[in-house]
């Protein structure tokens, strides 16, 4: 006996031709919450900047998230399907954004936003890979609500095993909502509880390696019960792209984590 899906629009709101999407609002939600809470982090050391250039950043995330998070997912998801269709790479309300290019984006965006403010670009990393993970966990949400990215035929015994619209009949893993639990909620505590450790945080590096590994190890786990996208499949030894894209993220991230040093003592000071 699995349960069904919610018959929930994907769409808040219909007026007219317009809709407000579930989706859209996810990724509001996400940055905005995102901003209230870094404004709360660089009020403490190390000072990463100021709230007034948090207010800016914002608009610097913006971009790198939509942009990264669309162009990676044409680029290593669907590249000969947009390369046939390139006026639907615009099409972004149509779905399809990847997190792997969204990290790029922002990543792209932290280090031109350090440069141009003369800021220290490993504190702003570490702010801002702090707060990344309520972004997961409102998009994986919103990834359920619309339906999508569902997981992988579950047992016949599983009680939560549930029947989604486009999976055909069989219950399969509500896997976006174990994906919200491990990169959102569960990242999102421990992130907050590594930054509360004075001596942790105030390793240049070793919050954003930390991100990057909990991030990596939680997608790679989450794979194993999503169902691979049905233009690529499994990969090199079963592997998904998703898990192949993550690997990198544990490596950088354990070796930011190790380089990752404490500031000299002012009493040290040569």
């Not at 007219?16 to 996810?26: E, H, K, V």
């Not at 029947?163 to 639990?181: D, K, M, N, T, W």
Request: glycine share 12%.
């Amino acid at each position: 006996m699995a349960l069904q899906f919610p018959d929930i629009d994907p769409a808040i709101v219909r007026i007219g031709p317009i809709a407000i999407r579930w989706y859209a609002l996810a990724y509001i939600a996400g940055l905005l919450g995102g901003w209230k809470y870094t404004r709360w982090l660089v009020s403490r050391p190390p000072f990463a900047m100021s709230p007034l250039q948090v207010d800016d950043f914002l608009v610097w995330a913006t971009m790198g998230v939509v942009l990264g998070g669309r162009l990676g997912y044409v680029l290593f998801y669907k590249p000969l399907y947009y390369l046939a269709h390139p006026a639907e790479i615009v099409m972004v309300w149509q779905g399809g954004m990847s997190f792997h290019g969204g990290a790029l984006g922002v990543i792209v965006a932290i280090v031109l936003f350090a440069r141009h403010n003369k800021l220290n670009l490993l504190a702003i990393g570490d702010t801002i890979c702090t707060v990344v993970p309520m972004g997961l966990l409102f998009g994986r949400i919103a990834n359920f609500i619309n339906g999508e990215l569902f997981g992988r035929p579950a047992p016949e015994d599983l009680p939560w095993a549930m029947i989604f619209p486009a999976g055909g009949p069989v219950p399969r893993h509500p896997s976006q909502l174990y994906e919200a639990g491990m990169e959102g909620l569960i990242l999102l505590c421990v992130m907050h509880l590594l930054w509360r450790n004075a001596s942790f945080r105030m390793r240049p590096g070793a919050l954003s390696g930390a991100f990057l590994a909990g991030y990596g190890i939680a997608r790679i786990i989450g794979e194993f019960f999503r169902q691979p996208d049905a233009n690529l499949g499994f990969l090199w030894g079963g592997a998904t792209m998703g898990q192949l894209l993550s690997i990198p993220l544990v490596l950088v991230g354990a070796v930011l984590i190790v380089r990752a040093k404490a500031p000299a003592a002012a009493g040290h000071q040569p």
